[in-house]
């Protein structure tokens, strides 16, 4: 069971910094490595998305090898985020909106709100159980 | 939910660990429903049964 745990995770992790490498390839290709050509643009943008759809899939396969507490606990921390990106995403869109904050609303942002909240509310999870 | 788990683990002599490899769940899922912190699935409250050799009345209380 241990091992097969690890195998997961570690197929996970592959996944996951082969699609931040190839997000930053699809990012900056265009600007630094090739000059600005529009087909290989499009080869890694695509290239991104097939491994971001693998990520997913090993993500989901790691999910479904953990046990009834484990998931219980992911699914209470995935609820949380999702309900507190969704209403501040769009506290933060009419922020933009309506000029209160000077800067355009940036995807990253959210992003990186997205990664803090599920840490956090995984914790909080993770101490009311265990 | 109340249990037993605790009790009837230790009477037939079993860890945490040698319970949950059993019963195919982490160790600390066993910690958590000794503690009761959680309530465990029906398949895993009927493994639990009969490894143990009793009912799932005898080993998980409602209250």
């Given at each position: 069971?241990?091992?097969?745990?690890?195998?997961?995770?570690?197929?996970?992790a592959?996944?996951?910094?082969?699609?931040?490498?190839?997000?930053?390839?699809a990012?900056?290709?265009?600007q630094?490595?090739?000059?600005?050509?529009?087909?290989?643009?499009?080869?890694?943008?695509?290239?991104?998305?097939?491994?971001?759809?693998?990520?997913?899939?090993?993500?989901?396969?790691?999910?479904?090898?953990?046990?009834?507490?484990?998931?219980?606990?992911?699914?209470?921390?995935?609820a949380?985020?999702?309900?507190?990106t969704v209403?501040?995403?769009?506290?933060?869109?009419?922020?933009?909106?309506?000029?209160?904050i000077?800067?355009?609303?940036?995807?990253?942002?959210?992003?990186?709100?997205?990664?803090?909240t599920?840490?956090?509310?995984?914790l909080?999870?993770?101490?009311?159980?265990? | 939910?109340?249990?037993r788990v605790?009790e009837f683990?230790?009477?037939?002599g079993?860890?945490?660990?040698?319970?949950?490899?059993?019963?195919?769940?982490?160790?600390?899922?066993?910690?958590?429903?000794?503690?009761?912190?959680?309530?465990?699935?029906?398949?895993?409250?009927?493994?639990?049964?009969?490894?143990?050799?009793?009912?799932?009345?005898?080993?998980f209380?409602?209250?």
């Open positions: 069971m241990k091992q097969e745990r690890k195998k997961r995770v570690l197929k996970l592959l996944w996951t910094w082969s699609w931040v490498g190839s997000l930053a390839v990012t900056f290709g265009h630094f490595f090739w000059n600005q050509s529009k087909t290989l643009t499009l080869v890694t943008i695509l290239l991104n998305l097939f491994i971001g759809i693998g990520m997913i899939v090993a993500n989901r396969n790691l999910f479904n090898h953990f046990d009834e507490l484990e998931q219980k606990i992911h699914l209470e921390s995935l949380i985020t999702l309900g507190l209403v501040v995403g769009l506290t933060y869109s009419l922020f933009d909106l309506t000029n209160i000077h800067n355009d609303a940036e995807i990253g942002m959210l992003v990186g709100f997205i990664g803090i599920y840490l956090i509310s995984l909080i999870s993770r101490k009311k159980y265990l | 939910m109340k249990n605790r683990r230790k009477s037939h079993l860890t945490q660990e040698q319970l949950a490899e059993i019963i195919e769940v982490s160790r600390q899922t066993i910690n958590a429903i000794e503690k009761q912190k959680f309530d465990p699935s029906l398949p895993t409250a009927f493994k639990m049964s009969k490894l143990f050799k009793t009912t799932i009345e005898e080993l209380l409602y209250q």
